[in-house]
């Protein structure tokens, strides 16, 4: 069964740093570029930060970029996005999802909830 | 930056037709992928480059892409299908996945 779990979300102050982990079974990791999308409580989709199979390519949302790092290890099938300097607006579930070459997402993960607040 | 424009939401009867609409500027020469998504669970791909169906998905959901709207057509509605549903493309020129606001469906 192809499986995405993520984990390393909670509370955290604004300005502090946060590593979200997303495991991934049931299909070889290695092939595949991986995703991140969150999305704000009572909000819509938003896209995060994207990443080739090898590496090689890595996107990032303007809102994101410079302060968020997606990251992988092939070796360990899992990926990664560490978040700093985080703010009240970075607050979402946070999902890791699987990317074909045609750009869908299929699948996702449960999502794991961040919270940015004093 | 590249803009997807859904209706916020759109009602149907059980057992008529639903059309969710996706509107991008030329979006007819993109490849559009849609999603649904229940209270409290991630997001599932119902519709992929425009009107393919991942396997599990019922024939009833169906898609198409011209000009500048796609279309999700959800046939013969049940009170299940109740869900947001979201729009998503991949702008080349900005290198940005983007997603549309997303539209609630309600099955009156």
């Known amino acids: 069964e192809v499986q995405l779990v993520e984990s390393g979300g909670g509370l955290v102050k604004p300005g502090g740093s946060l590593r979200l982990s997303c495991a991934a079974s049931g299909f070889t990791f290695s092939s595949y570029s991986m995703n991140w999308v969150r999305q704000a409580p009572g909000k819509g989709l938003e896209w995060v930060s994207s990443i080739s199979s090898s590496s090689s390519y890595i996107y990032y949302a303007d809102s994101v970029k410079g302060r968020f790092t997606i990251s992988r290890d092939n070796a360990k099938n899992s990926l990664y996005l560490q978040m700093n300097s985080l703010r009240a607006e970075d607050t979402a579930v946070y999902y890791c999802?699987?990317?074909?070459?045609?750009?869908?997402?299929?699948?996702w993960g449960q999502g794991t909830l961040v919270t940015v607040s004093s | 930056s590249y803009v997807l424009t859904q209706p916020p939401s759109v009602s149907v009867a059980p057992g008529k037709t639903a059309r969710i609409t996706c509107g991008g500027n030329n979006i007819g020469s993109k490849s559009v992928h849609w999603y649904q998504q229940k209270p409290g669970q991630a997001p599932v791909l119902v519709i992929y480059?425009?009107?393919d169906r991942p396997s599990g998905i019922p024939e009833r959901f169906s898609g198409s892409n011209s000009g500048n709207t796609a279309t999700l057509t959800i046939s013969r509605v049940e009170a299940g299908d109740e869900a947001d549903y979201y729009c998503?493309?991949?702008?080349?020129?900005?290198?940005?996945?983007?997603f549309g606001g997303g539209t609630k469906l309600t099955v009156l």
């Open positions: 999802a699987s990317r074909s070459s045609s750009w869908w997402f299929d699948p």
């Open positions: 480059d425009d009107s």
């Open positions: 998503q493309v991949w702008d080349s020129s900005s290198d940005h996945v983007v």
